[in-house]
T-cell receptor
Framework: KQEVTQIPAALSVPEGENLVLNCSFT??????LQWFRQDPGKGLTSLLL?????REQTSGRLNASLDKSSGRSTLYIAASQPGDSATYLC????????FGTGTRLQVFP | ETGVTQTPRHLVMGMTNKKSLKCEQH?????MYWYKQSAKKPLELMFV???????ENNSVPSRFSPECPNSSHLFLHLHTLQPEDSALYLC??????????????FGPGTRLTVL
């Protein structure tokens, strides 16, 4: 059974820091991995999708990597800003999306 | 309207009420999904429709009844709910289910409270 784990569960940093959020999964047989952002009480915003044949994807200050063989992905946020404060979710797609419990990020000025 | 929309955004209902949640996608996708997000639990898939046919029912209680009349609309009919059904219900859509390029796009959710 596929399980997805995210660490840390919560993170509080000053503005300007570079951050790494971690995601691990137990079964490497995935189609892709998606990173999402969720603001409190809101829906999910798709940030990056990495297909199983890819190693990384970049969008602006965000960079996500995928090491399928070791069951790991990282989301790198460069030069963090208070507007980055949110919960970040990773999900692996097999025959369905399986989510981790998220990392709650707070960036303070 | 763009993306995936959901109505209502908030709903309070009693255990004997019948209500429906609505989702509409404006992305031209061919698959739609219902998810449940409870406090401190990972998002759980409830239903999947591909080309308007249900392909996944994740052992959801029968008090939740989905309907997909066309590829752009998805409903979740609710009846005789329990307080533990209170949660954020999220709708999503995608193109190319079952492929590496399948990317799901989510709506803003309906916050449901069952009294």
């Amino acid at each position: 059974k596929q399980e997805v784990t995210q660490i840390p569960a919560a993170l509080s940093v000053p503005e300007g820091e570079n951050l790494v959020l971690n995601c691990s999964f137990t079964d490497s047989a995935i189609y892709n991995l998606q990173w999402f952002r969720q603001d409190p009480g809101k829906g999910l915003t798709s940030l990056l999708l990495i297909q199983s044949s890819q190693r990384e994807q970049t969008s602006g200050r965000l960079n996500a990597s995928l090491d399928k063989s070791s069951g790991r992905s990282t989301l790198y946020i460069a030069a963090s800003q208070p507007g980055d404060s949110a919960t970040y979710l990773c999900a692996v797609y097999t025959d369905k999306l399986i989510f981790g419990t998220g990392t709650r990020l707070q960036v303070f000025p | 309207e763009t993306g995936v929309t959901q109505t209502p955004r908030h709903l309070v209902m009693g255990m004997t009420n019948k209500k429906s949640l609505k989702c509409e996608q404006h992305l031209g996708h061919n698959a739609m999904y219902w998810y449940k997000q409870s406090a401190k639990k990972p998002l759980e898939l409830m239903f999947v429709y591909s080309l308007e046919e249900r392909v996944e029912n994740n052992s959801v209680p029968s008090r939740f009844s989905p309907e997909c009349p066309n590829s752009s609309h998805l409903f979740l009919h609710l009846h005789t709910l329990q307080p533990e059904d209170s949660a954020l219900y999220l709708c999503a859509s995608s193109q190319n289910p079952g492929s590496a390029s399948n990317e799901q796009f989510f709506g803003p959710g309906t916050r449901l409270t069952v009294l």
